[in-house]
Every structure is written in C-alpha cells, then in structure tokens.
C-alpha cells in the first residue's frame, strides 16, 4: 500500500458529495461537464488518470452498462510517444516504432485490462453519454486530469485542494467498492491492481465502519471497537439518487436502462478507432492504419486476453447491490436545496464528437474543406440500387456505413426521409447517418452493408451544406407532420434532403448539423463596433467561432480567451453589412444585442458566404419568432414613450426623472408593460427592460420617434 495515499485521507460520501458539487460550479458548460467526468470515473469507478485521458466512446457497451478497459488501443498521441521512450530508457531494446505499435496504449498494470460496470448508475451514465455527446476524448494528458481534480476541490465546501490528488481520488473509488460490500480479489480486478495488499487495505478499512456499524444497530456503539471519525450515513447519493442538481448538464432520471439500450441500438455495429490525434516527430514513419488493432473484450466474460479483469459476477453483483438501495438514502442536509430538473442538454440517443462551445474543443476537426479532400460540389447521389457513377464525398465508392461517414459518428436515427438520390425522390423509410464531414440517408435500414440489394443511397458532405430549415413541415408539400430540412448545392442547383424527426429530436438534429458545419469556423470580430449611436475604433480580430445550443462565442486564435458572446435570447437586431479587414470591405452580419443597460453591436464576418449565411441562420434560430411575437403586442403610445425612456436612461435610475409624468400613471402604464413582458417591474426606481421589451424599442424605435 506504500504507493497508495493513507485511507483516512480518502473522501466519505459527504465529502465526496460536496466534491461534485463543485464539479457544478464551473462556469461553463464544458467545464462542468469535464469536472464531472473526470470525479466520477476516478472516485467512483476507480479509473487511473492515463485511463480517464484515453477513454472514449470504443470502450463502452451500452446495453451491458459496462466500461471496457483494453489490453491495447492503437494510439500515437504525444503522450503514447513519451511513454514508448519511456520503455526503450527502462530496458525495451525494440525499435521505438516497434514499442509504440505493440505497446500503445496500454494499462500501466498487467491487470489494468478489465470491465468496469456503470449501467447500475443512472448519474454515471448519464456523465458518460453527455461528455461522449460532445466531444471523443477529453484533451489533455494526466497533468489536465491533476488540473480537473485540484480546481474542482477548490470549489468545493470542506475540501482542501492541496490534499486531494487523482491518486486520492481513486483511491476513494477503492474505497467506494469496499463498503459497497466486495472482498478485497473483487476490489483488487475493479481497481486492475497487480497486486492484492491495497484492496485488502481498502477492505480492512471498511470492516472497522462495518463492525461499528453493526454494534451501533444493537445500541452497542459504547463497547465496539474504536474507528476513524464517524461519517455521515453511509449513503452514496450521487451514483444512488438519480435526483437532479441545478447547473447539470443532463438529467440523470433519463439515463436508466431504457435509454441506454436505445443507445446500444443505435450503435450497433459501429466499431471506434481511438480518437485521440496522431503526433509522428520528426524522423519517424509512423502510418496509423498500420498499427495493430485493439484487442477486443469477451462479450460475455467481460475479460481481455491480457488479463482477466474484473470478474463478471462482480459486477453483476454490483449491479444487484445498487438496486437493492433505497432512492431516498439522499441526506436531507444534503439536498438539492430544491433544485428544479434540468432537461438535458443533448438527448440520450445521440453520440459523437460535438462539443458545447464553452472553449477550444478536444481536438475539433475543421469543416472548411471537405472530408479527404473532396470539393463541395463533389459530394454525389446514388440512385436505387445502391452507388451511383458519380465521384461520392469520400472520393471513393463506399461500401458500408463506416466506409461512407468519417468516424465518431454524431447521430445515427430510424426514420422516414425524402431526397432526390432515392427513390426518385418519394418517401422512404430508412436510416440517417450524421457523421463529422458528411450525412448519410440510407433505404432501408441497414447493419453497414450499403451492398445488398435494393439499398439505395444520398451522401451529402456537409461542406455542401447551405441552409438548415427547421420548419420545413410547415410547406405545404412535405409529407410529414415534423420534419428538418437540409439544403445542399450540387453543382449550380441546390436541392433540399427532408427528414422526418420528432420536435424534440428535429432540434437536436439541427443543433448537431451546425455544430459540424459551423463549430470552430474562422471568422473575424469587431466588438463592440457600435455602443448606442456611438461608433467605436476598434478593429477586426481573427477569431474561432464555437457554438452552444443556446449561445456562439467567439476566441482569439490560439486562445481561450473570449472576444464576443452573444445569447441568442438577447439578439435585439440582424442584419447584413460590410466590415473593414486589412483595408478592405468584407461582408459581414452586425448583430445587436443588450449589455449592461446599452444596445452593442457586433460585426461578425468571414471569407465564406456559406459560412456567414449558416451562421445569420443560427442567430435569427429565435430572433424571427421572438420579433413577430413583439409586434402582435399591441402597446398605446404613451406606454412606447414609457419603453423608450428606460431604454435610454437604463436601469437603476428613477424613471418618474425622465419625463414629467403623475406616478400614479406611471406605476399604471408599468404594470400594463409588466403583464406584457416588457419591464421586469412596476417600481419606477427600480425597472428596467426585459430582453423582449429591448426587441420592441429596438424595432419601434423610429415609430416611437416620430
């Protein structure tokens, strides 16, 4: 146990509780979400840091609820590279090239290979599912998992950062498994120890709470043996209690076994390369498809060759003991303080490499250029049967899904659709495939095999993507009751691939097309351009673009940093115009929105007009709605004097100041903008506008004028 931290340095599951509590308190989305990922698979599962970093979507099954630890992932990430040195420095005479293909990655422990069972968990599930929903890997190396670790103890009640390690974290997995009940062998495969002396140590520690435990139940806590300081009840109502939390990105309740055999379904097949990036220094040939493949786990044993890993009645034992506890073990001095369900922010059946826009994404892949090279207008149509003639977005006749579609794949969905390169475009059921570069429209449905008989199919490269419509069922020709449009350019014409899809799902489906077409988008960024009426110096920046589902932000090259947010609730005015970059006018979209009580502007530009006009779509996605909505108000004109003077003094300035008016009427015409949406109040000292009420000035404002 001398590698291993003492155990009274380990967390109990109050302590463990206020860990992920400050997971929550990330300022954003990804950060949460990282924060998370990273407490739970080390402080509940038991996962190394080396194992957290490598870990993706490839080693997940879904329907058995289980994470499969491998003897061997094909890698050649930086990290993969240091490691072979490694090796080579501690006696492995082989070539590195040699090393690297038969070592890495690998486990550091010979038993590292194991099956680690989270389905039992709805919370772990769901961490899973969501962080996989967004991005393939979390970026980084073990000094990130360190970083993940030491940050989110230092947002947490009670717990020093200076003392919790991602050793000491896992090592509170060890211990987890022990007071769950498993004997130190189980405890020892769980963890993929080598040796048996740190489970039987984890084990040891649990007995002394257990014996405790089983004196106090007969009023004999006097008399039991003495045992480290009492814990709370020994409840753990993060994995146990699906009860949602405020600022989670998902919620839990939704990821029970239902969700992830839909999952598993939906994945079936669907083999996943390591996707972590290959670094080759200088010097080497390193080809990846060379390099050997991952040695795969017994479906049914739950064992890799290399080792025998955590036993399967472990985990099914696991599993049965987690069922067995009571949802309400949550401590009431531990409540959500009435936190209200979070709805997730991606749906449980998607999967794949989109990531949040809260930063730089793990390693993003860039949509400017088409997959492998291929032109926009290269993406081709294939006719009943199967292939067409034409040069297809790969470049090459694929012959099955995996061929077709470059890999994570982002969303794969039964369903009915419409497109010109099946069946002559009349409905037909089938399967649609998002991928990172390109949507697949299959029929019918198929395992993979885009061979057989009677398959037909339509593969767009989203480089050809110029316009997502997401209410295209409202045409009068469409022939389902929901549905998303996708309109691509072939050639000189554009033609419009239509998919059936439920609200909730069609929204997903659109956010996931934009995130793939537009999500780190070079653009360039004048912010502010304009604050009120006045028109400001300031120049283009050169910028990424990164979307959020309900917000874009925009960092330097190379940076984190944040040059422009915009909330799409917040847009106050579109429209296009023209930006000065290098001496030269460019166009551009100028979008206003509210900030600290003035009217901003933004001008946001590209040397795409593809680009500009999918990203003009993404921020009029509620503006239009909200707009329409704003001027079906019907507001007298003494009501728009009132708007027009909160919307140039701002707020906490007394309003009954700005024009002579009885307060009696005024308190009057605030409480009628109040029923409307408009003021956040009827106080005239203390009032301002709401986001809906900026829109009206915004757009009544020459009107009001007059």
């Known amino acids: 146990m001398s590698d291993w931290p003492p155990l009274d340095r380990t967390l109990d599951p109050g302590a463990f509780y206020s860990l992920y509590r400050g997971a929550l308190a990330a300022e954003s989305v990804q950060r949460r979400l990282g924060r998370c990922y990273t407490v739970l698979l080390a402080g509940r599962l038991g996962l190394r840091p080396d ?9 997940i099954d879904w329907g058995r609820g289980e994470l499969r630890v491998p003897a061997l992932d094909p890698c050649a990430c930086p990290t993969c590279w240091a490691s072979a040195r490694a090796r080579q420095a501690t006696g492995d005479e082989r070539p590195l090239e040699t090393v690297l293909r038969t070592e890495q990655w690998s486990p550091h ?32 190396d073990v000094t990130t998992v360190r970083e993940l670790v030491t940050e989110t103890a230092a947002a947490a009640e009670g717990i020093d950062p200076d003392g919790l390690t991602p050793q000491v974290l896992r090592a509170t997995g060890g211990r987890f498994l022990a007071e ?41 806590g006097a008399v039991g043996p003495e045992v480290p300081p009492a814990e709370p009840a020994r409840t753990f109502p993060i994995v146990c209690d699906p009860a949602p939390f405020s600022r989670e990105p998902f919620d839990a309740a939704d990821y029970g076994p239902d969700a992830r055999f839909e999952r598993a379904k939906n994945e079936a097949g669907r083999r996943v ?31 890799y060759s290399r080792s025998a890993g955590a036993d399967a009645k472990d985990m099914a ?75 297809d977005a790969r470049s090459a006749e694929p012959t099955t899904v995996e061929e077709a579609v470059t890999q994570p794949l982002v969303a794969r969905v039964g369903t009915h659709f419409v497109t010109p390169g099946v069946a002559e475009g009349h409905p037909v059921e089938g399967q649609v495939v998002l991928g990172q570069n390109e949507l697949l429209l299959v029929s019918p449905a198929t395992g993979g095999d885009l061979t057989g008989d009677g398959v037909a199919f339509d593969l767009l490269s989203l480089d050809s993507v110029v316009d997502v419509i997401p209410d295209v069922d409202e045409a009068t020709d469409v022939p389902f009751d929901s549905a998303l449009g996708v309109v691509v350019r072939r050639g000189d014409d554009h033609e419009v691939a239509v998919v059936e899809l439920d609200p909730g799902r069609k929204w997903d489906f659109w956010l996931a097309l934009f995130r793939n077409a537009l999500h ?82 933004s001008l ?74 408009l003021v956040t109040g009827t106080d005239p000292d203390d009032t301002g506008l709401t986001a809906t009420g900026r829109l009206v000035v915004g757009d009544r404002l020459e009107a009001v004028n007059d």
Not at 51 to 59: A, K, L, N, Q
């Open 51 to 59: 194992e957290i970093v490598h870990c993706h979507e490839g080693w």
């Open 109 to 140: 422990a010979e038993a590292g290979a194991r099956t680690v069972a989270f389905g039992w968990s709805e919370r772990i599930t769901a961490v899973l599912a969501t962080f996989f929903d967004y991005v393939d890997h979390l970026d980084g």
């Open 180 to 220: 769950a009940g498993f004997d130190a062998t189980s405890v020892r495969n769980m963890l993929g120890l080598d040796e048996r002396e740190p489970a039987e140590a984890f084990v040891r520690y649990a007995g002394q709470r257990t014996s405790a435990a089983v004196y106090s139940a007969f009023d004999r």
């Open 273 to 303: 390369r390591n996707p972590r990036p290959d670094h080759v220094p200088d010097g080497f040939d390193y080809d990846p498809d060379e390099h050997e493949t991952a040695e795969q786990a017994d479906p049914e044993g739950g064992q």
């Open 317 to 391: 034992a696991l599993r049965d003991w987690v069922r067995r506890k009571d949802a309400s073990l949550r401590p009431e001095s531990e409540s959500a303080d009435g936190d209200e369900p979070v709805a997730p922010t991606v749906d449980g059946d998607w999967s794949g490499a989109a990531d949040p826009g809260e930063g730089p994404p793990a390693e993003p892949t860039p949509l400017d250029t088409a997959a492998d090279g291929a032109s926009a207008e290269s993406a081709a149509r294939a006719p009943a049967g199967g292939v067409g003639a034409g040069e």
């Open 520 to 601: 780190v988008s070079r653009m360039s960024v004048t912010h502010p351009a304009r604050v009120g009426g006045r028109v400001t110096d300031e120049s283009a920046t050169p910028g990424m673009l990164y979307l959020d589902r309900d917000r874009v932000r925009f960092t330097p090259l190379g940076s984190d940093a944040t040059i422009l947010s915009v909330d799409l609730d917040d847009v106050l005015h579109v429209e296009r115009t023209k930006q000065s970059v290098d001496g030269e006018r460019r166009p551009a979209l100028a979008v206003q929105q509210f900030v600290d009580g003035e009217a901003v502007t």
């Open 604 to 677: 946001v530009g590209s040397d795409s007009t593809r680009t500009l006009a999918l990203f003009e779509r993404f921020v009029r996605r509620d503006y239009q709605d909200r707009l329409d909505e704003a001027r079906a108000l019907a507001i007298p004109d003494r009501e728009k004097e009132v708007l027009v003077a909160l919307y140039s003094i701002g707020e906490g300035v007394d309003l009954s100041a700005a024009f002579a008016r009885e307060e009696e009427v005024l308190r009057s015409q605030l409480a009628s903008l109040d029923e409307k949406g």
